[in-house]
């Protein structure tokens, strides 16, 4: 056998509620992943379920992603969501009569959402629940991340933001799967060495960083990326691989982009006319995605094709096989090399598969069923399957590093977000002096602290300063950021000359609902 | 109640919306402090909490009406690293430091007629991450007690581990409280942070031992419950003996020559900083941003060719994916069908049933390419009556080329 492959999957997305509107642009992320990511990856588990395939997959269900899928409001709009595209779909079968090629896609976009409204109530819309069935059944490793997917490196100078963000992210996930995470998804692989303490006192035993932060280790990893390191803390460090990363993320060589796959952006919701698909857009006022796609990447030219499923199918088998020959030639000379077989560790993010990259869950598929088929070739393992199988690793300092541009934080901290993190600063500082001021508060009291840390936490979420950076909508990034920092600044008030409101207590708190249970003496 | 039901709050908001929270963020929080942070292993960013009208009255009683920010390795002592003078209404500042792997400490302050210098703020140390590979070689194995045995389901481990043999002893770790230490420098022992080898039932303390046999002892462990772990768990490390790594180190090194091994790897962020520009010029980055995950927004507009849609509202591009400068017109053709009949009527539309609305009424688009079609409407009633109505349509189109008139 000559090594192991490891495939990670990191499902996350910020936590976007909007009780407050009917209807929310933002909230379509979590439905369109729900759609297309979230419900095939685990039709894709039940098959391997049913065919006893043994795959072990490592799979990070982030606590706001997990949160927003156990929200009663937002299952309730997810399903009014997939009952429009469903609707619209069957308008489809109607409309496209005339046009074969687009009449059969959109009999199978039909189908799809039907039996993604099947498996949706068969399961009563609990998805956390399916896929913790799945790590109870030893299918797969399910792991945590931070409790709003802070980057920790930019917390790192006020120990009880880390120690809250990690150890709220711990509770969470004992809420969901009854059990304790073992691995963390540190947001954006993002790494510096005081973190740890916090890791420690959550019990978790092993991350993975970026390439250069497990090479650039002190002293120097032996093995390379081909096997963990311990940091001087005993956690265990796993580094992504170089070559499985550039296949699938790079624009030019990236699997992603073969013509045969479905083009993400030629949406009916731009094609026809405004009047018919108005319906089923994201927002009432203005062109959008609806998820029904008719057209193939096919190439440069502004000419696009009919969509071939079958095609796009072949094509994703074609890749899976090439990716497990790159894989398998990789390994080879490896593991003539070292004393023990070689590791690739290669995260992904989960929406990859299947929201942007449309035929990402067949080319799991295939991947897995080819790997299973020639076990002689590589074994499909986890991590932490990994660590019990090589107990003994090289002791090392890894660097700090993130994934990304830059290999820092330079995506997170740059000239269109810095303005956020001086009040991240403060607003922490007074969320310590919060609960060490309130040891203990009266019940009112307590949900007035509680809430602070909910809004702090949200406020910290990278995915804001992120989506500043990239500038897709800064607008909304910058109002939840502010608009969390503003209601803990206001709690932070009122705390303080001791008049709370509970009427507006009351309204956020159902507003920014998740983590009930939160403890806010963790900043303490 | 499922998993996770208990962590469920009531749906509904209150209609009424209440605005308590202050309509901005503070321009400061009044505390006079200097924010150090580094971004990567050269650049710095600092910030100073100094109000506007206060920043104003240091700078008039400063030397050239400015204050300066100095940065220092390791200490405020010598000459600084960086020296900026600071634009009058400068807040935060991006300073580049020359080493990675380093400490810093930054003051604010200014100067006063005759050199002496007023400090107004004093940094917390930081350390920039380190650059390079190290060239610390030491290698020093150890394994973590407890390890948790396997779960109760799942897939059987193949055989695995190896034999191995001590040749290095323990390599130091990192001094506490700051960067990894240069090559071969260390402020704390390594025994103070390993366990030491038990004498029996386990790794032989030098000279070689088998892993196999530490990870069958482990797996013989007894199955822990894991939510009744103790509340703040610490991994131990224990040394074990450690494989002939210098030659292996030789052999990986020639066979990653040819990646570049620390140059980092795209993930959905940078791939987004890549992509996004061109993700803007095919749809406009609100486009993109209606239903772009932040976690991959813009990262496959490579999914999409490189040139834009001839949707509707879209301009088509050249195969460079930059917009035509020339007048451009889409145009396409639908056909809607409507018409009535009883509610409780059964209708289909080329043999295909359709809905119909409450009262009776339908409407149905049907595209319309080139071409010449026959529709034939048939409607069935609830005491099986039969009516049909068949539709002729033809449509060609002519894109004669262009003349001025």
Partial sequence: MPGYLSLVLHAHLPFVR?????????????????????????????????????????????????????????????????????????????????????????????????????YYLACQGGLVAAFRAFQDQGRIEIITSTATHALLPLLAAHPPSVRAQVLAARDHYRACFGRDPRGIWLPECAYVREIEPALLEANLRWFIIDSHGLLRARPRPCFALFAPIFTPNGIAVFGRDLLSARQVWSRHEGYPGDPSYRDFYRDIGFDLDFDYVKPYLPAVDKRGFTGIKYHRITGPSSHKQAYDRKAALDTADTHAAHFLQARCAQLQPLAQTLDRPPLLVCPYDAELFGHWWYEGPEFLDSLARRATANPQALTLITPEDYLRRHPANQLAAPAPSSWGEGGYWHVWLNEKNQWLYPHLHFAQRRMTELARRFRQPDPLHARALTQAARELLLAQSSDWPF??????????????????????????DQLSNGQLDLPWLAQIESRDNLFPDLDYRYWS | MGPGQKYLLGPAAPVQHLQIEPASLPETYGTRTLLLAPRDPHWL??????????????????????????????????????????????????????????????????????????????????????????????????????????????????????????????????????????????TVAATELLVPAPAARGTPPSGGTSMVATAERLAEAPTLDLPASPPHPQPRLRPVPTPPAASQAAALAQIVANAPLCQPVPGSADIAQLLEAQAGLQLGPQAVAESAFPSLAGVFAGISSPSAHPSMGQAPADAGGQPPKDFWLNVNAELVLYGATEPDAHVAIGGQPIRLRPDGTFSYRLALPDGNYDVAVTAVSADYEYRQVTLHFSRRTDSPAFTPP
């Avoid at chain 1, 098959?47 to 706001?64: K, M």
């Avoid at chain 1, 156990?70 to 009014?80: G, H």
């Fill in chain 1, 18 to 118: 909007h009780p407050e509107h009917e209807k929310s642009l933002e909230e379509n992320w979590l439905f369109e992943a729900i759609t297309e990511t979230y419900v095939p990856l685990l039709q894709l588990l039940g098959r391997w379920q049913q065919q006893d395939l043994n795959l072990r997959l490592t799979l990070t269900l982030t606590p706001t992603l997990c949160a927003m899928l156990q929200d009663p409001l937002l299952c309730e709009r997810y399903l009014r969501h997939l009952d429009g595209l469903i609707q619209l779909a069957e308008k489809e079968t109607c409309r496209t009569r005339w046009e074969p090629a687009f009449h059969d896609l959109a009999l199978f976009y039909l189908d799809r959402f039907n039996r993604a409204r099947d």
């Fill in chain 1, 467 to 492: 989506i500043l950076r990239t500038g897709t909508s800064p607008a909304y990034a910058r109002k939840r950021a502010t608009d969390h920092l503003l209601r803990f600044t206001a709690l932070y």
């Fill in chain 2, 45 to 186: 960013y600092a910030h100073w909490d100094i109000a506007p009208q206060e920043q104003r009255r240091y700078s008039a009683m400063a030397v050239g009406r400015h204050l300066v920010l100095r940065v220092y390795e390791r200490a405020i002592s010598g000459p600084p690293a960086a020296e900026i003078h600071l634009r009058p209404d400068a807040r935060h500042w991006w300073v580049y430091v020359p080493r990675a792997e380093t400490q810093y400490v930054a003051d604010l302050g200014y100067l006063l007629p005759g050199g002496l210098w007023e400090n107004l703020a004093t940094s917390e140390i930081v350390a920039t991450p380190p650059d390079t590979v190290s060239q610390d070689t030491k290698v020093q194995f150890a394994t973590i007690e407890p390890l948790t045995p396997p779960p109760a389901a799942g897939g059987t481990p193949p055989s695995g581990g190896s034999t191995v043999a001590t040749t290095e002893p323990l390599a130091p770790p990192p001094a506490a409280g700051g960067t990894p230490p240069p090559d071969g420098g260390s």
